[in-house]
């Protein structure tokens, strides 16, 4: 076992030490779990499953139930771009092509850096402001391809 493995599953002694050890508290350290490593990493849902006393298979069927987990490392960043009716007539297409080609990664992917992690997303709720791109936290309405650099160095409100 390396250390890694062993740091690791330090963080998910942690979060269990925080809920009783039983089936009802999955979800919820599923979600500390998603929150300490950015992803659900395959030797912590074998100890979550150990210590929650649910079947390996039960976790797993919830760690990808749900679109808010990945068993995939995500980036520090996550880059979301709507794709609902209103962003992709205002060329959310266009958007994801410039992503493409400034990190060289597309949907569903990750830089080999863990810096950023591209994904697509029905409806982000925002059509009035379509397109619109979600870099971390941070919406960017009427988002356009030659302003991605801005985007992607988390600037300011009002160069939008």
């Not at 992709?88 to 990190?103: D, M, S, T, Y």
């Not at 990664?105 to 709720?125: H, M, R, S, W, Y």
Request: glycine share 8%.
């Amino acid at each position: 076992m390396s250390d890694q493995t062993c740091v690791e599953l330090a963080k998910a002694e942690e979060i269990l030490d925080r809920y009783p050890h039983e089936e009802p508290s999955l979800i919820q350290v599923l979600q500390d779990v998603h929150r300490a490593y950015n992803y659900l990493p395959c030797d912590v849902l074998v100890r979550v499953a150990e210590a929650l006393g649910v079947p390996l298979a039960k976790v797993f069927s919830v760690a990808t139930f749900y679109k808010a987990f990945s068993l995939e490392p995500q980036g520090d960043t996550i880059i979301k771009v709507c794709m609902g009716t209103a962003c992709h007539i205002r060329g959310a297409g266009q958007l994801v092509e410039e992503l493409e080609r400034k990190l060289g990664i597309g949907p569903d992917q990750t830089t080999e850096d863990l810096a950023f992690t591209v994904k697509t997303v029905n409806c982000v709720g925002a059509c009035a402001m379509a397109p619109v791109m979600i870099v971390g936290e941070k919406y960017w309405g009427g988002a356009k391809p030659a302003r991605m650099e801005t985007y992607l160095a988390g600037g300011t409100d009002d160069e939008n």
